[in-house]
């Protein structure tokens, strides 16, 4: 930082002064580092806080629609969004929509498809985070419809493998901070794993109940012949 000190025109500072000056201004300095660095201290443990808390209440639950449900929940949190949309990518590669949530006008319905946004399009074929703004032309004319100014978008991975992307927009020309950014991507795997857990056991349920059909179908078939 710099101190000034401004006195009438034409005065000038005598060298006890200026040295008490100087004196003044590195202390100043140390108290001022010393906050800067409780202040950085204090939300990396609430980072990791955060984390901690969202891993533990996502491998509580397989359901998948509860799953997705805290996922947004986060995400508008710990993004200060003021909408969330979520899309998971199927067997054939293609992006389907699966929920949104909006803290000031209730659900949104931002298209997700890979083809339908610059932004969304950018974030699935490289893997990483990208933000965009309606002056850039990456928002597509829905978003904008939406009111949506800021947007950034996530694919989530596991194994090298995407498995969804998360859309978060704000109403107001704000760009998204990078601490904000790398809170996302920090909890972005988490957000996976609950994801692939959630979709493996609504699978493993789904393949149980046709099995118990077959063979009640088939139990019905012999007691009938």
Not at 7 to 34: H, K, L, P, S, T
Not at 194 to 217: F, G, I
Request: charged content about 25%; proline content about 2%.
């Amino acid at each position: 930082g710099v101190l000034n000190i401004v006195d009438a025109e034409g005065r000038r500072f005598g060298a006890g002064e200026i040295g008490m000056a100087q004196a003044f201004a590195a202390q100043a300095a140390v108290v001022w580092e010393n906050a800067r660095l409780r202040a950085e201290t204090a939300r990396t443990r609430a980072e990791i806080e955060t984390h901690a808390e969202v891993t533990r209440e996502l491998t509580q639950t397989i359901d998948i629609d509860q799953v997705l449900g805290l996922i947004l929940q986060q995400v508008l949190f710990l993004a200060r969004a003021d909408v969330a949309h979520i899309a998971l990518v199927q067997a054939d590669g293609s992006v389907a929509p699966v929920t949104s949530l909006g803290e000031r006008r209730g659900a949104c319905t931002l298209p997700l498809a890979s083809g339908e946004c610059c932004l969304k399009r950018r974030a699935l074929e490289n893997g990483q985070l990208h933000e965009s703004v309606d002056e850039a032309g990456g928002l597509c004319e829905q978003m904008r419809t939406e009111g949506v100014q800021v947007a950034l978008a996530l694919p989530l991975q596991i194994g090298g493998r995407t498995v969804g992307l998360i859309c978060a927009g704000r109403r107001a020309p704000e760009r998204f901070e990078a601490v904000e950014k790398s809170r996302l991507g920090t909890l972005s795997m988490s957000f996976a794993s609950a994801l692939e857990n959630a979709r493996l056991y609504r699978e493993t349920v789904r393949q149980k109940s046709e099995l118990a059909d077959a063979l009640r179908t088939q139990s019905e078939f012999l007691a009938n012949t």
